[in-house]
């Protein structure tokens, strides 16, 4: 999750005077940390294509471990771990950093109170990769949508009828967390003269 932070272990218990440990970010392999004991040296780099790194490294000068602080979605990826002397050795770390997901909105679309049917609507304040919006009635998924790209919002229609006493809810996950919000039918869809002015419900589990 997003600000958290993430360690990623070589294994080692001390790092020996003859070892060089190198970690590298991405499929270009970027340099993000070098040590070589033996001759004290204990590189940081700040991956200088956008600073993702600036302020965010720590390593443990006794093992090699590195701890990513504050992690944003932008440190999604491979890691790799290099070890040479008397023997060699990699490893590859994947590590998926998600956004934290807002709590989806609904709202009534309905210009008419006298409709049989009330269209609703259910949104997602900002857009988020790797994730999912859905509409449920009771536990099965009415319809869902998912789209990464951050400059709009994810939204998701739905037209249920005024006298309706189905549970419907409106859900936005990832795989590793979920929002929800309840539709109370009775506060957003009902019958009255005129036109209903726009109401927005928002409830979260």
């Not at 939204?155 to 936005?172: A, F, G, M, W």
């Not at 967390?177 to 506060?187: A, C, G, K």
Request: aromatic share 8%; proline share 2%.
């Amino acid at each position: 999750m997003e600000g958290d932070s993430v360690t990623l272990n070589t294994d080692l218990t001390e790092i020996r005077e003859d070892e060089y440990i190198l970690w590298t970010f991405g499929a270009e392999k970027s340099v993000i940390f070098r040590i070589k004991k033996k001759k004290q040296i204990f590189s940081t780099y700040d991956d200088g294509r956008n600073g993702r790194f600036r302020d965010r490294l720590k390593l443990d000068d006794q093992t090699g471990s590195l701890t990513i602080t504050n992690t944003t979605t932008e440190h999604t990826g491979d890691y790799q771990l290099e070890i040479t002397g008397a023997k060699k050795s990699s490893r590859t770390f994947s590590v998926s950093v998600y956004a934290r997901l807002p709590v989806p909105v609904i709202i009534s679309n309905s210009s008419q109170c006298s409709s049989l049917n009330c269209s609703l609507v259910c949104s997602s304040v900002l857009n988020v990769c790797d994730a999912t919006l859905s509409w449920y009635k009771g536990i099965s998924v009415l319809s869902s949508i998912s789209v990464c790209d951050l400059s709009i919002s994810l939204s998701l229609p739905l037209e249920v009828e005024y006298q309706d006493k189905n549970t419907y809810s409106c859900v936005l996950n990832n795989p590793i967390s979920n929002q929800t919000t309840h539709l109370d039918i009775n506060t957003l869809c009902h019958t009255c003269a005129g036109t209903t002015a726009l109401m927005i419900y928002s409830q979260c589990l």
